[in-house]
C-alpha cells in the first residue's frame, strides 16, 4: 500500500453524526444523520468519493462540514495537513479562505447601514473622496488604427451598493485587459499597501466598465473594508475581531493566525501544468494591507457557526449582529434585469451570477434565482462564494442547510465545488 493510500485511509478519524465527538464551533450535533433528514449510507458515498480523490492525488487534504436544521449533522477530515511532511489533516486545521472573506467585509458595512452610520446608496466617494474623478477606461481604435485606451468620465457615480454587487466597474488585475493590465503595473492591492497607498494606487486606474453596468468581479469589497475603517474609526481586523468573531465565539477567524497556531495551517501541494505549489501565505503572515476582499484566516468550525448565523437570520447563540430584514436585503439578488458579466466572468462556470445560470449577486455572494437553468442541484434562494485558494461554501435556507469545505488547491477548487453540489443533494432523503 502507497504512503498516500495508508494516509487517506488512516485520516478516516471522524464518524459521521457520531454524537460523542467534538462539535464544530461548539453547536450541537444530530444524533444521526437520519434525524436531520440525512441519509448515513448516502453520506458515505460522499466521504468514499472524497478519500478517492485524496488516493488519487486530486487535491492535498481538506475539512467538510454539513449542518442541516441548527445540527450539525456531518464532519469529516481528508487527506494531509502538509502534503510535504504527510501530517494527518486535522479538525481545527486553518485555511487562508481568500475570497470566503467577503462576506465579512460585508456585513461589517451592513452593521454600520443599521446604526445610521451610512447608507448604501450613497455615493462612494463620500467616503473616499480620493475615488471622485477616477475615470472610465474605453478601448477604441487609435489614429493609426489599432486599439487605444481611451479615458470617459462616470456617467453615474459608483455606489456602496455597487461595490457590494461588483457593480463599480472595478476589477481585478491580469494581462488579459489594458486596464486590467494597470492593475498589474499599479501592483494595487500589494500586501505591503497601507489603506492610503492603496486608494493612491486605485485612483490612478481607470475603471472597466461605467458604474452600475456590467457584473465584474473586482476589488470592490477591499474598497468597503477601507469605508469600514473610515466609518467605524476602527482597523477593519479590529472591527471584525471585535464586533464579529468575537461576539459569534469564532476563535480561529481573523487576517492572521498567532505563532503558537502555526502547526496547523493547512499547505497546498504541487499542481497545475508547471508541477509548482501554490503561492498561499502561510496563515501567520500577518500582512500589512488588510484585505476585506481576501485577506482572512479560519477553521471549517468557526465558517460553520458563521454559515448557522445566516441561516438564523442574523444571529447566533443569543447574539444579535443584525435584523433578518437586512439578511433577506443581502441574500437577495441585486443584479438589474439585463445586466451581462465580464467577457471573462464565464471561468466561474455553472457558478456564475448570470441569468443564463439563473443566478444573480446579492451584498457578498452569489445567489441562486431560477429552477432549472443550473447544472448544479441547489433551491432557489441558496447562496454562497469561494475562495481562490480552495474553500467554499453554501447556505439553502429552504432545506435549512450550510456546507463549510476547507482545503488549499486552487487547481481543484472547482471540481470539487460542483462534486460537492452533487454528493450533498443526493444525501437529502426528507
Not at 78 to 100: C, H, K, W, Y
Not at 296 to 318: C, H, I, K, P
Request: one cysteine or more.
Amino acid at each position: 500500500m502507497s504512503k498516500l493510500l495508508k494516509l487517506a485511509v488512516a485520516v478516516v478519524a471522524i464518524s459521521v453524526g457520531a454524537c460523542a465527538a467534538p462539535v464544530p464551533g461548539g453547536g450541537e450535533r444530530a444524533q444521526r444523520p437520519e434525524d436531520v433528514g440525512l441519509s448515513s449510507e448516502r453520506l458515505q458515498r460522499l466521504t468514499a468519493r472524497m478519500q478517492e480523490g485524496i488516493t488519487k492525488g486530486e487535491y492535498p487534504g481538506g475539512v467538510l462540514v454539513i449542518g442541516r436544521q441548527g445540527k450539525v449533522a456531518y464532519t469529516q477530515t481528508f487527506g494531509a495537513l502538509n502534503p510535504e511532511t504527510q501530517v494527518p489533516m486535522r479538525e481545527d486545521a486553518i485555511f487562508r479562505i481568500a475570497s470566503m472573506t467577503k462576506p465579512f467585509a460585508s456585513l461589517a458595512i451592513m452593521m454600520l447601514s443599521e446604526e445610521g452610520r451610512l447608507s448604501i446608496v450613497d455615493r462612494v466617494d463620500k467616503y473616499l473622496p480620493e475615488l471622485k474623478d477616477v475615470k472610465v477606461g474605453v478601448v477604441k481604435p487609435g489614429a493609426d488604427g489599432k486599439p487605444a485606451l481611451t479615458l470617459e468620465p462616470q456617467r453615474n457615480p459608483m455606489t456602496v451598493q455597487d461595490l457590494l454587487r461588483h457593480t463599480a466597474g472595478l476589477t481585478y488585475g491580469s494581462a488579459d485587459h489594458p486596464v486590467k493590465q494597470a492593475y498589474l503595473d499599479a501592483k494595487v492591492g500589494d500586501r505591503n499597501d497601507t489603506n492610503a497607498t492603496y486608494l493612491a494606487k486605485l485612483a490612478k486606474v481607470p475603471l472597466l466598465f461605467q458604474p452600475g453596468t456590467t457584473w465584474e468581479y473586482s476589488v470592490a469589497v477591499d474598497v468597503l473594508g477601507i469605508i469600514v475603517e473610515r466609518v467605524s474609526g476602527l482597523a477593519l481586523d479590529k472591527f471584525i475581531a471585535e464586533r464579529i468573531a468575537g461576539p459569534l465565539k469564532l476563535p480561529d477567524t481573523g487576517f492572521a493566525a498567532p505563532a503558537s497556531s502555526a502547526t496547523r495551517g493547512a499547505r497546498p501541494q504541487r499542481e497545475g501544468p508547471k508541477n509548482v505549489v501554490p503561492n498561499i501565505a502561510l496563515i501567520t503572515d500577518n500582512q500589512t494591507f488588510k484585505s476585506g476582499g481576501g485577506g482572512m484566516v479560519s477553521t471549517a468550525a468557526d465558517y460553520a457557526r458563521f454559515s448557522q448565523f445566516w441561516l438564523n437570520g442574523g444571529e447566533l447563540d443569543g447574539v444579535r449582529l443584525v435584523s433578518p430584514k437586512t439578511i433577506e436585503l443581502m441574500t437577495s439578488n441585486h443584479l438589474p434585469p439585463g445586466t451581462p458579466i465580464g467577457p471573462d466572468m464565464a471561468r466561474f462556470e455553472a457558478l456564475a451570477p448570470s441569468a443564463q445560470m439563473g443566478q444573480g449577486f446579492g451584498l457578498g455572494f452569489a445567489v441562486r434565482t431560477d429552477t432549472g437553468r443550473n447544472p448544479l442541484p441547489g433551491s432557489v434562494g441558496d447562496y454562497f462564494w469561494g475562495g481562490a485558494q480552495g474553500t467554499y461554501f453554501w447556505i439553502d435556507p429552504k432545506e435549512k442547510l450550510y456546507v463549510v469545505f476547507m482545503m488549499q488547491s486552487p487547481a481543484a477548487r472547482l471540481q470539487y465545488r460542483f462534486l460537492l453540489r452533487q454528493m450533498v443533494y443526493q444525501a437529502i432523503v426528507k
